[in-house]
C-alpha cells in the first residue's frame, strides 16, 4: 500500500473494529476513468458485514476519513469511495521511492528467501521444436522471470522427453537406411524425415513396429549399438533447440530428461508401496482415489511391468523436493494435461501431505494456425524456426518500405520479429486459445510488439539528445500537468502489477501495463515539450523519463521482448 491506501485503512479500522486491514487494502480500485480519481473503494463489498447500504458505508467512512493534506477530494458517487490525491505530495512519494531505490528493495523482499522451480519448453528429443513449443516455452520464461524480478530463487527446468518407443523406431529406421555421418550432417529435420517416413511405411508393414519394440528395449539395457544413437539424437535435438532458445530469450538451470529419472523408479515406487497407496488392478500397478476426487486411477507399472511418464513425473517431482526444497513446483504445459497433472499431484500429497499447494500446473490454451493441423507422425508440424525466420523477413520488407536507415537492418528485423510474435502471445490471458495473425503480430500500430519496440525508441533517442547534468533533482512540481502526473500514476502501479501477475501466473499483466506505460509515454511526448523546452523543466522531465524508462526496459526483459535503438 502506498501512504494514501495506508491512511484510508488506518482510519476506517481503528475506527470500524469490524473490518481487517487486508480486506480494506484488497478492496482499492483504479478507477478505469481518470476523471473519477486516483483511487477507488467500492464499498458495497462491506454492505453484508456493516450491515448497510454501501452510501451510507460511504458517508460513515467519508466522516470518519476527515480532512488531510493527502487528498485534493473524496467523494461519494452511488457508494463508490473516490479519492483524488494531492498532486505534489503524490508525485514526490512515487518519485522519491524510485530515486532511493526503496522500491525496488520493497520488490526484491517480496519473494526473500523463497524458492521456485518452474518445469517449461521440454520439447521432444529427435522432433523438431515447433509452433506448439512456443507457449510453454515463452510463458514458462516469462514466469520465471517474474519470480525472479520479486526476490525469489528461481529455478528453470527443461524436462526434455527423451524415452520411449519411438526412439526405437529411429535407431531401426536409421540402421536400414542411413548413417550416423548422415545424421550428424543434416541434424533434426532429417530424424522428422525418418520418423515420417517410418510411420508411413509401417502402415503396410506391421513388423516394423515389433522391430521398433526390440531397439527400445536394447536401449533400455544398455545396449551399446542403442546408447551410441540415442546420444546422438540429444546431442542434435540440442544445438537446433539452444539456437531457438537463444532467439527467444529463453535459458535453464536445469536441463534433464525422462531418462534421468528411471534410476529412481524402483525406489520412488517402494516409497507409494510402504505408505501402502498402491493396489493391482487388472494386473496393472495403481494409485487409487476417493470417489470425490473424480479422477481415474493413477498407472505406475503396466501388467508386463513397463513404468509409464506418470511414474516418471511423480520421481521427478520427489526428486525436485528434496535437491531443491522449493517453496513452489509451477508445470507449464497445456490445457490437455490437467488429468496427468491432477493425478500426480495427489499421489505425491498423498505420499507427503505438506506438499499440498506446492505443485502447481500452470495451463494455458492451444496455439494454432489458420488451415493448418499438426502432427509429426504426419510431417506436418510447423518449425519454430521458420516462423521465426518468417517474421524476420517480414519485418525486413516493412523496413525496407519506410526507407529506415539502420546499420543492421537484419539484426533490428530479427529483434523486432522476435518481440513481435513474444508480444502477441503474452499480451493475451494464457488460457485463451490463439490463432496466429502475421497482419496483426508484425503492424507497426496498435498494441502490438513493434509498437511496443517503438515507443521505447522514441524515449531512448531523446535520452541520447539531452546530457543532465550530474547531481541533478527532480522539482517536483513541475510534474503536476495531466500528462506527467498520468505517467507517475502508472509508475505508481510498477509493483502492484508484479504481485498481480505473480498471483495470477499471468504474464499478460505485464504486457498489458507495457501497453499503458507506452500509451502514457507517447500522450506525454505529444503534449509535453522536453528538447526545447526551459533548462529545470527539461531536466525534471528528463529525470522522470529516465526513471521511465528503466521500468518499461525492465518489463521488455520480463517478458523476453529485444530492446531495439533504431527503428
Known amino acids: 500500500m502506498n501512504i494514501f491506501e495506508s491512511y484510508i485503512t488506518d482510519k476506517i479500522t481503528n475506527n470500524i473494529s469490524d473490518l481487517s486491514t487486508d480486506f480494506i487494502a484488497n478492496s482499492f480500485e483504479n478507477p478505469k476513468n481518470s476523471d473519477f480519481g486516483d483511487i477507488s473503494l467500492p464499498c458495497f463489498k462491506f454492505s453484508k458485514i456493516l450491515k448497510s447500504s454501501p452510501a451510507q458505508i460511504a458517508d460513515n467512512f467519508i466522516s470518519i476519513l476527515g480532512e488531510s493534506e493527502l487528498f485534493e477530494s473524496i467523494t461519494n458517487v452511488n457508494g463508490y469511495l473516490n479519492f483524488r490525491y494531492s498532486k505534489a505530495i503524490f508525485v514526490k512519494t512515487v518519485v522519491d521511492k524510485f530515486e532511493n531505490d526503496s522500491l525496488y528493495t520493497e520488490i526484491r523482499s517480496f519473494g526473500k528467501n523463497k524458492i521456485m522451480v518452474i518445469d517449461y519448453s521440454h520439447p521432444n528429443v529427435a522432433k523438431n521444436m515447433g509452433i506448439h513449443n512456443l507457449r510453454s516455452t515463452i510463458i514458462g520464461q516469462s514466469i520465471y522471470n517474474i519470480f525472479e524480478t520479486l526476490g525469489y530463487k528461481t529455478v528453470g527446468v527443461n524436462h526434455l522427453g527423451d524415452w520411449g518407443t519411438q526412439f526405437g523406431k529411429l535407431m531401426w529406421a536409421l540402421e536400414k537406411w542411413s548413417s550416423i555421418e548422415e545424421v550428424e550432417e543434416k541434424g533434426i529435420l532429417f530424424l522428422n524425415e525418418i520418423y515420417v517416413k517410418f510411420h508411413r511405411k509401417a502402415e503396410n508393414s506391421p513388423f516394423m513396429e515389433d522391430e521398433a519394440r526390440k531397439w527400445f528395449k536394447k536401449l533400455e539395457d544398455n545396449d551399446p549399438d542403442a546408447v551410441k544413437w540415442w546420444k546422438l539424437f540429444i546431442k542434435v535435438s540440442m544445438e537446433s533447440y539452444n539456437t531457438i532458445y537463444k532467439r527467444l530469450n529463453v535459458s535453464f538451470d536445469h536441463i534433464t530428461g525422462e531418462s534421468y529419472y528411471i534410476k529412481f523408479l524402483e525406489e520412488t515406487i517402494e516409497k507409494l508401496e510402504s505408505k501402502q497407496l498402491t493396489e493391482i488392478s487388472e494386473g496393472a500397478l495403481v494409485v487409487k482415489f476417493e470417489e470425490n476426487e473424480n479422477m481415474p486411477p493413477c498407472l505406475l507399472k503396466k501388467s508386463d511391468g513397463a513404468t509409464l511418464y506418470g511414474t516418471r513425473d511423480i520421481a521427478a517431482v520427489m526428486y525436485r523436493l528434496k535437491k531443491f526444497n522449493p517453496d513452489l513446483i509451477l508445470y507449464v504445459t497445456d490445457i490437455a494435461q490437467q488429468l496427468h497433472f491432477r493425478q500426480v499431484f495427489k499421489v505425491i500429497e498423498l505420499f507427503e501431505p505438506k506438499t499440498k499447494g506446492k505443485l502447481e500446473h500452470i495451463v494455458f490454451g492451444r496455439l494454432s494456425f489458420p488451415d493448418s493441423q499438426m502432427s509429426t507422425r504426419k510431417g506436418n508440424i510447423i518449425p519454430l524456426n521458420e516462423v521465426l525466420d518468417k517474421a524476420r523477413d517480414k519485418v525486413l520488407e ?96 510498477f509493483k502492484s502489477k508484479l504481485i498481480q501477475s505473480h498471483d495470477e501466473r499471468e504474464p499478460s499483466v505485464i504486457a498489458n501495463y507495457l501497453l499503458e506505460l507506452a500509451k502514457s509515454f507517447n500522450r506525454f511526448y505529444r503534449n509535453n515539450r522536453i528538447i526545447d523546452a526551459e533548462k529545470d523543466v527539461q531536466i525534471t522531465r528528463m529525470l522522470l523519463l529516465n526513471i521511465l524508462i528503466d521500468v518499461y526496459e525492465k518489463c521488455m526483459t520480463i517478458l523476453g521482448i529485444p530492446v531495439v535503438e533504431k527503428m
Open 398 to 493: 516493412i523496413l525496407k518500405e519506410r526507407e529506415v536507415e539502420i546499420d543492421d537492418m537484419a539484426g533490428t528485423a530479427e529483434k523486432i520479429g522476435i518481440g513481435a510474435v513474444i508480444f502477441d502471445d503474452l499480451s493475451r490471458s494464457r488460457i485463451k486459445n490463439v490463432e496466429f495473425n502475421w497482419d496483426q503480430i508484425l503492424s507497426f500500430e496498435g498494441e502490438t510488439g513493434p509498437h511496443i519496440q517503438y515507443s521505447y525508441v522514441r524515449m531512448f533517442n531523446i535520452i541520447k539528445k539531452v546530457k543532465i547534468p550530474e547531481n541533478s533533482k527532480i522539482d517536483h512540481d513541475l510534474l503536476t500537468d495531466e500528462f506527467s502526473y498520468d505517467i507517475i500514476k502508472l509508475l505508481d502501479q
